[in-house]
């Protein structure tokens, strides 16, 4: 949270929040098939396991005990999941999560292998099963139960990412590099579109946020993304004893296209991404959220080349034995 608090002083007192060695994470220039993107490589936000999950948790772990129990839900191949499990355990705290199936693939099915290695696992057969289980358990379990909501999206959490988006602005700055005209991030539970408008707002940078769909639309979209923006922002100004910065419609733009028809279903573009990154001697990606929003960034530095395009790398290959 350092970008925050070097502006904001006072949240060094009122934001409560954990040390897991998230640190600041690089820009590069990326060229993919004749396109050039700037990408913020995001999955290297801790030494241990990165990606965006990380940023959120350290605010949502605050306070946590040894021998507390964490709990929380996701999909069989939650990334999610796997890092409130590995931090928690770095913590001293147990994790159990309830889940949900999804359309398998390698990565998921890795995921999934090392999540009941990490924490107790209770299969359910929808996403509304395993949030009812999950709110028995909430209810039932006492003071030791810290709940973690899904993908770690709620207006808390959601100020991890405001942090990272004020901290590439302060990179740009550093490097008297303009700002990208359109960021592309995935969408899934949204808190990280959401946070990234709120720090975007904070910044003073008229970036657009493009949230490139892979769940489905009951989950999400605009009005849950922006309501989520606008509880982060009042957040922040309670917080940070200032007003909250305003947040604009305009500044958002949901892409549909890149969803497939099912969560974690790869389609043609995805695949054709995750190869042309491979073949550039980039870093692994997933084709449930990454290769779809970098699809998506693909796309648009095509379709408008004057348009400066940075894209949100938020999965972490590493501990698969990626580059």
């Given at each position: 949270m350092d970008a925050l608090i070097a502006r904001w002083p006072r949240l060094a007192e009122t934001l409560p929040r954990v040390d897991l060695?998230?640190?600041?994470?690089?820009?590069?220039?990326?060229?993919?098939?004749?396109?050039?993107?700037?990408?913020?490589?995001?999955?290297?936000?801790?030494?241990?396991?990165?990606?965006n999950k990380a940023r959120a948790l350290e605010l949502l772990l605050a306070n946590v005990a040894r021998g507390d129990t964490l709990l929380t839900v996701g999909s069989s191949g939650s990334t999610h999941a796997l890092a409130v499990a590995l931090f928690g355990r770095q913590l001293g705290a147990r994790t159990r999560v309830f889940t949900w199936p999804q359309e398998e693939h390698d990565v998921s099915r890795a995921t999934s292998e090392r999540l009941r290695t990490a924490a107790r696992v209770t299969e359910s057969r929808t996403p509304v099963t395993a949030m009812l289980r999950a709110s028995l358990v909430r209810l039932m379990g006492g003071g030791h139960i810290r709940w973690i909501p899904a993908g770690g999206s709620n207006a808390l959490g959601a100020l991890g990412h405001a942090n990272a988006a004020v901290e590439l602005a302060e990179q740009l700055a550093r490097a008297s590099a303009p700002a990208p005209d359109l960021l592309i991030v995935p969408l899934g539970s949204g808190g990280t579109a959401a946070g990234l408008m709120v720090g975007l707002a904070l910044a003073g940078l008229r970036t657009r946020v493009l949230a490139v769909r892979v769940v489905p639309r009951v989950v999400a979209n605009r009005r849950r993304v922006m309501r989520l923006a606008r509880a982060t922002a009042a957040r922040f100004?309670?917080?940070?004893?200032?007003?909250?910065?305003e947040i604009l419609e305009e500044r958002l733009v949901v892409e549909q296209a890149q969803y497939g028809g099912a969560y974690a279903r790869e389609t043609d573009a995805s695949r054709t991404a995750v190869a042309l990154l491979r073949a550039a001697g980039g870093p692994s990606i997933e084709g449930t959220y990454s290769a779809k929003a970098l699809a998506a960034?693909?796309?648009?530095?095509?379709?408008?080349?004057?348009?400066?395009?940075?894209?949100?790398?938020?999965?972490?290959?590493?501990?698969?034995?990626?580059p």
């Open positions: 060695l998230v640190r600041e994470t690089p820009i590069e220039r990326w060229e993919l098939d004749g396109v050039t993107l700037l990408a913020k490589r995001d999955d290297l936000s801790t030494p241990t396991f990165g990606g100004g309670e917080l940070a004893g200032v007003a909250a910065p960034a693909l796309t648009y530095a095509r379709t408008a080349p004057n348009e400066r395009v940075l894209f949100w790398l938020t999965f972490d290959g590493r501990w698969l034995g990626a």
